[in-house]
C-alpha cells in the first residue's frame, strides 16, 4: 500500500516512521516532509492545498493518508479527499471544530455534560475587561481558534492581561477573534490521544508535555518543549475514568450532532481535586506528545489504523519503556528567530526533526521548533539522562530546557524513598 503523511514536524516524522516500519507498506510519501523523513520521499506540495494533494493521492494511486497538522483540517481536507472516493485518517472538517473554536467545544462539554472550566466568550477588549474584573485573577485566557499552541495564556496581574489582550485586539496576531475566558483549574495535566471512528474510541497511552519556553514551567507558552510517556501519577483509574466521561461521552457527543469524529482525538486534560476534566480539545496527534508516544507502539500502526477505519475493534500493546523527549528550538522562540541557521552533530536514531530542511547540502532550520532528542529507559532518570546526552551532541543556534520529565523524576524518587 502507498501511504501519503500530510505535514512537516516531528509529529509527522514519527508517524512516517512508525507506519514506514509495516510490512504493508510499499511507499511513504510526505507533504512536503522535512530533512530527517529519510524513509519517506517528500513532494513539494503545501498542506493547505488540499486541492493538489487530493490530484496527488488519485494520481499516484495512494491507499491511505493521514493527516498531521490541524490547519488542513480546518481547510476540509477529509472532506474533499471523501468527496474523491479517497482513505484518509481524519476528522471533517466540521469535526475539526472540536479543536478550531474554543467556543464550539466549550458549547458541545456544557451541553453533554463533560466536565471542564467553566467560562465566558469576550468578543471585544470591553468585555473581555469586564469579566476579568468580574472574576479575578488567576485567569485563563484563550483565543478562540488555531494559534499555534501559542493562543493561551494564564494571567496573574493586570500587567499580563494587558499583553494577552493587546495580543488578540490591538495587535491581531493570531487573526480576528474572539477570546474564551476561564475558570483557573489545579492538578497535574496530561495528554490522552484516542484513535476515534464514530462512537469505537480506542486510548492511546498517555503523555505529558510541558509548554512553557524556560525551567520550571516559565516564560511564554510554546507549541511544546519537551514530552514523556507514560505519566507516573495518572493511573489506570484515572485513564478508565477519563475515556468514560470525556473522550467516549465526546465522540458520541459529536455522532449525535451530526458530525461524527474519525482520527485523532486529543484531550488535554488536569487531574483536580474533583476529578478529571478538559483542558483542551486537538482533532489530530498532539505534539510533541506523539514523538514520545508513537515509539512505545508495538503494535503494527497502519494495520490499526486500517481497521479502526473499517469499524473492526483493535487491541494495542505497548512496550513498558520510558521514552522523554527534549525539543532544541531556535534561539528567540516563540517570539522573533532566525530561520536557515545550520544544525550540525544530529545523532542518527532517536532524534525527530520538528523544523528542518536542507540548504546548500547542510541541515537548517526552517521553523522555531527545530528538533526533538529522545531518550529511552525503564526509569525516568535513565530516559532523561539518555534524551540530555542526545541534545547535547547537536550544535547551532538552538536552547532548550534543562528539567523535562522533572515531575515524573520527582514521584520517581518520592516513591523509591530516594
Known amino acids: 500500500m502507498k501511504v501519503l503523511v500530510v505535514g512537516s514536524g516531528g509529529r509527522e516524522h514519527a508517524i512516517v516512521q512508525s507506519l514506514s516500519s509495516s510490512p504493508l507498506c510499499t511507499r511513504i510519501y510526505a507533504a512536503r516532509g522535512n530533512a530527517g523523513m529519510k524513509g519517506a520521499e517528500r513532494i513539494d506540495i503545501p498542506e493547505t492545498d488540499v486541492e493538489g494533494l487530493a ?13 498531521g497538522p490541524e490547519l488542513p483540517l480546518s481547510l476540509g481536507i477529509v472532506n474533499v479527499f471523501r468527496e474523491r472516493g479517497l482513505n484518509i485518517f481524519g476528522p471533517t472538517r466540521e469535526a475539526a471544530r472540536i ?90 495535566e496530561f495528554s490522552l490521544m484516542a484513535l476515534v471512528n464514530g462512537r469505537k474510541v480506542y486510548p492511546l497511552a498517555v503523555a505529558q508535555d ?18 514523556y510517556s507514560p505519566v507516573p501519577f495518572i493511573d489506570s483509574a484515572d485513564i478508565e475514568s477519563a475515556m468514560e466521561t470525556i473522550m467516549i461521552s465526546t465522540a458520541a457527543a459529536l455522532a449525535e450532532m451530526g458530525c461524527p469524529f474519525t482520527g485523532v482525538l486529543y484531550g488535554g486534560l488536569m487531574k483536580t481535586a ?76 532517536d532524534v525527530f526533526h520538528m523544523g528542518t530542511t536542507i540548504h ?9 521548533r527545530v528538533l526533538i532528542a529522545l531518550g529511552r529507559g525503564l526509569t525516568y532518570h535513565d530516559a532523561q539522562n539518555t534524551a540530555y546526552k542526545k541534545a ?12 523535562i520529565g522533572y515531575q515524573a523524576v520527582n514521584f520517581e524518587k518520592q516513591k523509591s524513598g530516594g
Open 55 to 67: 490530484s496527488f493521492a488519485v494520481r499516484e494511486g495512494i491507499g491511505l493518508t493521514v493527516v
Open 274 to 349: 474533583t476529578g478529571i476534566k478538559v483542558i483542551e480539545f486537538n482533532a489530530r496527534f498532539g505534539d510533541p506528545e506523539t514523538e514520545v508516544v508513537l515509539p512505545r507502539l508495538k503494535s503494527d500502526l497502519l494495520s490499526v489504523i486500517l481497521d479502526v477505519l473499517d469499524g473492526k475493534d483493535i487491541t494495542l500493546e505497548w512496550s513498558d519503556d520510558i521514552v522523554l523527549g527534549v525539543v532544541l528550538a531556535a534561539e528567540g522562540y516563540p517570539g522573533g528567530y532566525e530561520r536557515g541557521t545550520v544544525i550540525t552533530g544530529i545523532p542518527n536514531n
Open 210 to 227: 510541558h509548554k512553557r519556553a524556560y525551567d520550571g514551567d516559565v516564560g511564554p507558552n510554546t507549541g511544546g518543549m519537551g514530552a
Open 99 to 188: 479543536e478550531t473554536s474554543k467556543e464550539f467545544a466549550k458549547e458541545l462539554m456544557a451541553r453533554y455534560g463533560i466536565p471542564t472550566a467553566s467560562y465566558r466568550v469576550a468578543e471585544t477588549l470591553d468585555e473581555a475587561w469586564g469579566t476579568i474584573k468580574e472574576r479575578g485573577y488567576p485567569a485563563v485566557l484563550k483565543f478562540d481558534g488555531l494559534a499555534a499552541g501559542k493562543g493561551v495564556a494564564i494571567v496573574r496581574t493586570t500587567t499580563e492581561a494587558e499583553q494577552f489582550l493587546e495580543t488578540v485586539f490591538v495587535r491581531k496576531t493570531f487573526g480576528p477573534g474572539r477570546i474564551i475566558i476561564e475558570e483557573y483549574l489545579e492538578g497535574p
Open 360 to 368: 546548500d547540502g547542510k541541515i537548517v532550520n526552517s521553523g522555531g
Open 392 to 403: 547535547g551532541c547537536i550544535s547551532g543556534r538552538l536552547f532548550y530546557r534543562r528539567d
